[in-house]
């Protein structure tokens, strides 16, 4: 709070705020670049898988140098989003937490759930570089949790004295979820060697994704065969009551 | 991420997301009450004056027990908010913080700046209570930063395992601002003694409001005298060089 603002020119008006009618609209300041191609297999929270890394593209005006000035001195950075892809699938004042195995339910409020009243989400991630390429302005963001195309809101600093809380107490998500074991046949093996070109840490990243269970918790019989999409690939896989074991890799469909 | 919402039955439709403009549309989910009756005098982050209790009322259809179950669980929460004050003033792609003196400029993404494209707040808070009054429900917060009025757009849990990042590097403001001695004239503390019936906790609120140095960087001459509200009180002070004195405490006009 209290900043003082310069008086600047060009600029464009401000989004319209409709608070007459007890309604605020924003315009996106910018667009995530992503490998998650869907909502399947997405870490539940940002911080659990490092090599997860995205884009996140400044639109037009606001890539403007100054506008992200200085803020290559944070290591993190907070963002502020519209979960776009469920947004029309409304809300519940109740939800069934991964964490608690889908069966207890909680309030949306004391949840971290997409489907919330105000489909705003809220991101911690690691700020690893800033770059221009054809005139475009875009931030590296690592250890990601964001659908590719997310709509972007808000960017801020992490202010480690305010923001960071270590004692916090945490409910029903005291600590990061277990890690699992994952295997890769042969075949998803090579496929990995084969993609290395594009996709350098490809076996890392399906390793760092898998560990984290992404199954829904009302759909876990040993043996299922699931499919992901991340880049431009399609990754199937199983949980074999023990572990997970990466079966194939393909190229994705449409 | 990935809840599984329950089926609810008589609940409103979700907000309209007016996306096919590229604008996202938001009601306020609850309102806040808060001694802080204008931006002056408001910490610049939460988590900084301990005494500042505020309430955040939920609006209907949001009032319901079932949309905060489990909330009890978790010392501290996010609080998603729309900096209503100042909404209509627009924003700079740099502004001058407070903690660089108020001569350099930085980016408005680099800061927590009031003046923002999106003119959306975020701020940690502690969860002191829970309670239900003449049918309306409110969450009872400690150590807040938020106005009179604020809309709020989201209540998310604090994380700890995600949230909380204490070795992040940030920037400009990597510890919290310094402390200041706050010294009572004898007129000044005989009114909180007159009025403790009605604020018990007033003396010690100003001090933990003052000692911050509310004033703007721009305005430091010593001996200036200022005016800030809270509650239904002008507090009137100065600073003296070396410490902030309250000179008054009067009945806020209007």
Redesign the interface.
């Known amino acids: ?8 020119n060009d ?1 464009p ?7 007459s009618a ?8 910018g667009t995530i670049h992503s490998p998650f191609r869907e ?1 399947f297999g ?7 898988m490092p090599s997860a890394e995205a884009r996140l593209e400044l639109l037009p005006p ?1 890539d ?1 140098d ?6 290559e ?4 950075l ?1 963002i ?1 989003f ?1 979960f ?1 892809g469920i ?12 964490r608690l195995g ?1 069966n207890e ?16 989400g ?1 991101s ?1 991630v690691e700020l690893a570089g800033i770059v221009r390429e054809a005139g475009r302005l875009f931030l590296e963001l690592s250890n990601v ?1 964001l659908l590719e195309g997310t ?1 972007v ?24 979820p277990p890690i699992w074991p994952v295997y890769f046949s042969a075949e998803a093996e090579q496929r990995c060697r084969n993609l290395a070109g594009q996709h350098p840490q490809l076996q890392h990243f399906i390793r760092e994704m898998l560990q984290l269970d ?1 199954r ?3 759909q876990t019989t040993p043996g299922r065969r699931y499919g992901v999409r991340i880049f431009d690939l399609n990754v199937v896989w199983h949980f074999d009551g023990e572990a997970f074991w990466v079966d194939d890799i393909e190229p994705a469909q449409g």
């Open positions: 709070m209290g900043d003082s603002p310069e008086n600047g600029l008006e401000p989004p319209a705020l409709d608070d007890s309604r605020y609209c924003f315009s996106p300041i909502k997405i870490p539940r929270q940002p911080g659990l606001y403007r100054e506008a992200i000035r200085g803020l001195a944070f290591s993190h907070w502020v519209v776009h947004a029309r699938e409304g809300w519940r004042p109740t939800v069934r937490p991964p889908g339910r909680i309030g949306v409020f004391a949840s971290r759930s997409t489907h919330r009243p105000n489909p705003i809220l911690v949790d709509p809101l808000d960017i801020k600093p992490y202010v480690t004295y305010a923001d960071s809380i270590p004692d916090a107490r945490s409910g029903f998500a005291p600590d990061a992404p829904p918790s009302y």
